[in-house]
């Protein structure tokens, strides 16, 4: 399954005065929280590549455009970070919670659109509370369920 793809961003409505890499900025950073969560799939992704984003020697969406060709998809993730990623970042509904929330959590620093937040940890920390907090919610639901 895939979840993301810059393709899916670069039509009419992607910002013109935008480098392309701007696309995935936020793709990169839900990339990035998964590692720091352990979400992604072992096969993929290694300790040493948890360690490179835990001490933020590279920029958030660093693996997205490195290993992933821009694009986000279910053989990246484990398969919790799959159930999850199901549900939060490409639910059934129109406008998916992640993006919501990436919205949410960027438009405080008064962007022309969300794909102007500039690709730095700083973005990231502003988006890990809501990423955080679903993730707890989710977590909670699917113990009630099992």
Request: hydrophobic share 30%; aromatic share 12%; with cysteine.
């Amino acid at each position: 399954m895939k979840y993301d793809d810059d393709a899916w961003h670069l039509g009419d409505d992607f910002p013109e005065n935008l480098n392309e890499r701007a696309a995935v900025t936020h793709v990169g950073i839900f990339l990035a929280w998964c590692l720091e969560n352990e979400l992604t799939d072992p096969k993929s992704f290694t300790e040493a590549d948890r360690e490179v984003m835990s001490q933020r020697r590279q920029a958030p969406s660093y693996f997205i455009h490195q290993r992933c060709d821009r694009k986000l998809l279910d053989a990246h993730l484990s398969e919790e970070g799959n159930a999850f990623a199901h549900e939060y970042y490409s639910s059934t509904d129109e406008d998916p919670h992640y993006i919501r929330d990436y919205e949410r959590a960027v438009r405080r620093l008064r962007l022309e659109t969300m794909y102007h937040a500039p690709d730095t940890w700083e973005s990231y920390d502003r988006v890990r509370p809501y990423l955080d907090k679903a993730l707890a919610s989710w977590r909670k639901r699917q113990a009630r369920l099992h």
